[in-house]
């Protein structure tokens, strides 16, 4: 049993499922088509809105924002992945917090020892609170996220771009290249073709 545990510790196969799927992410993020400030404002915008205490309806508030403003939809909808299942507690609890903070709202929620019909009805009383407590942190937390998070995608879009330039060069400049010996090929074997006719 140990030593089964001890391979999957030293296992690099076990780490690379955690990475391939972010790194996968990122790869398909450089190759979305657009202007590089359109694509980094629909990413900016994704951070911001998944930073707001509405889970299950960020996607379709940031492809629908990103729409209006004419930014990139696919970029806003990746970039509200950073408030997902795992990283969820961290979020709310950090902008509840700072929600709270701002807000000066001292009567903060904690739960219940015992989960019954009070304690239900309780939560369901100071809901509007909690939502506007997380609201208020959601735009102070995500204001400096995405104006950092806009940076980084374009000085990322901008690399991978200025990077691809000299490869996109070369397989034209190679491209090119083919055709013209195709097309000299061809004429070769026209020219013999006229020959045999004569």
Request: net charge positive; with cysteine; charged share 25%.
């Given at each position: 049993?140990?030593?089964?545990?001890?391979?999957?510790?030293?296992?690099?196969?076990a780490s690379n499922r955690w990475i391939e799927p972010w790194r996968k992410a990122y790869h398909r993020f450089l190759k979305i088509r657009g202007h590089p400030r359109e694509i980094s404002l629909?990413?900016?915008?994704?951070?911001?809105?998944?930073?707001?205490?509405?889970?299950?309806?960020?996607?379709?508030?940031?492809?629908?924002?990103?729409?209006?403003?004419?930014?990139?939809?696919?970029?806003?909808?990746?970039?509200?992945?950073?408030?997902?299942?795992?990283?969820?507690?961290?979020?709310?609890?950090?902008?509840?917090?700072?929600?709270?903070?701002?807000?000066?709202?001292?009567?903060?929620?904690?739960?219940?020892?015992?989960?019954?019909?009070?304690?239900?009805?309780?939560?369901?009383?100071?809901?509007?609170?909690?939502?506007?407590?997380?609201?208020?942190?959601?735009?102070?937390?995500?204001?400096?996220?995405?104006?950092?998070?806009?940076?980084?995608?374009?000085?990322?879009?901008?690399?991978?771009?200025?990077?691809?330039?000299?490869?996109?060069?070369?397989?034209?400049?190679?491209?090119?290249?083919?055709?013209?010996?195709?097309?000299?090929?061809?004429?070769?074997?026209?020219?013999?073709?006229?020959?045999?006719?004569?």
């Amino acid at each position: 049993m140990s030593d089964h545990t001890n391979q999957n510790q030293t296992d690099p196969g076990a780490s690379n499922r955690w990475i391939e799927p972010w790194r996968k992410a990122y790869h398909r993020f450089l190759k979305i088509r657009g202007h590089p400030r359109e694509i980094s404002l629909g990413f900016a915008l994704g951070l911001f809105v998944g930073m707001s205490p509405f889970m299950g309806l960020h996607t379709a508030i940031a492809v629908l924002l990103a729409a209006l403003l004419k930014w990139n939809k696919f970029s806003a909808a990746l970039a509200v992945w950073i408030s997902n299942p795992f990283t969820a507690p961290v979020i709310y609890g950090l902008t509840y917090l700072i929600g709270a903070t701002v807000m000066s709202y001292e009567n903060s929620y904690t739960l219940p020892p015992q989960f019954d019909l009070d304690a239900l009805l309780d939560l369901i009383r100071s809901a509007p609170e909690i939502i506007g407590v997380l609201i208020i942190g959601g735009v102070v937390t995500g204001m400096p996220l995405a104006i950092a998070g806009y940076f980084c995608a374009y000085f990322a879009i901008f690399e991978y771009r200025k990077n691809l330039r000299p490869k996109l060069t070369i397989e034209k400049a190679t491209d090119i290249a083919r055709k013209l010996k195709n097309r000299r090929r061809r004429q070769k074997r026209k020219k013999k073709k006229k020959k045999r006719r004569r």
